[in-house]
Structures are given as C-alpha cells and as structure tokens.
C-alpha cells in the first residue's frame, strides 16, 4: 500500500495486487508506465534484487507468485529495470 501511494503521489497509476508466494498471502503492485503495465514488489528487493522486483511481466512473476489473472491487466511491456539504469545512468 506504501509504494502505491509513492506511485500516486508521482502521477504512476497504480494497483495493489492481492495473491501468494509460497503458499503464504501476498501483495504486490501493478503500475502502468507509457501504456504498459508491468510488476513490482516492492517487498523484494533485498531479497532478489531490483531487477527481479521491478518491472517484471505476468511470464516472470507466474515462476513464483499466484494472483487471480482476470482482477488485474496483463502486465507485457518490453521495458525492463536495466533498460531503465542503463538510460539514467
């Protein structure tokens, strides 16, 4: 809920995803960047880095979290975290 009201504040739309990770409950985000929408879980970070938290697709986040496909948009865009670094920095 956190990281969605940092996103709102920032003009990001932005949902929180309600599911599991092993078995356990789970939330996460879905934010929509240029007309894409992609994943984060903000709660991830140290544990797999940036750039598996970070704006990851449907594909990637099915290897390890389980939410209800049809509440949310498909998360598809072609953008990653290292494209994002690499163009900042």
């Not at 992609?38 to 880095?49: C, E, K, M, P, R």
């Amino acid at each position: 809920a956190a990281y969605s009201a940092l996103c709102k504040a920032a003009g990001i739309e932005c949902r929180v995803v309600d599911g599991t990770v092993a078995g356990e409950t789970h939330s996460g985000n879905i934010i929509k960047i240029e007309g894409n929408y992609f994943h984060v879980d903000a709660s991830a970070y140290y544990s797999l880095g940036a750039e598996h938290s970070f704006l990851q697709g449907d594909e990637q986040m099915k290897e390890k979290y389980v939410w209800d496909t049809t509440k949310y948009p498909v998360c598809s865009g072609e953008v990653t975290y290292s494209d994002i670094i690499t163009n900042v920095f």
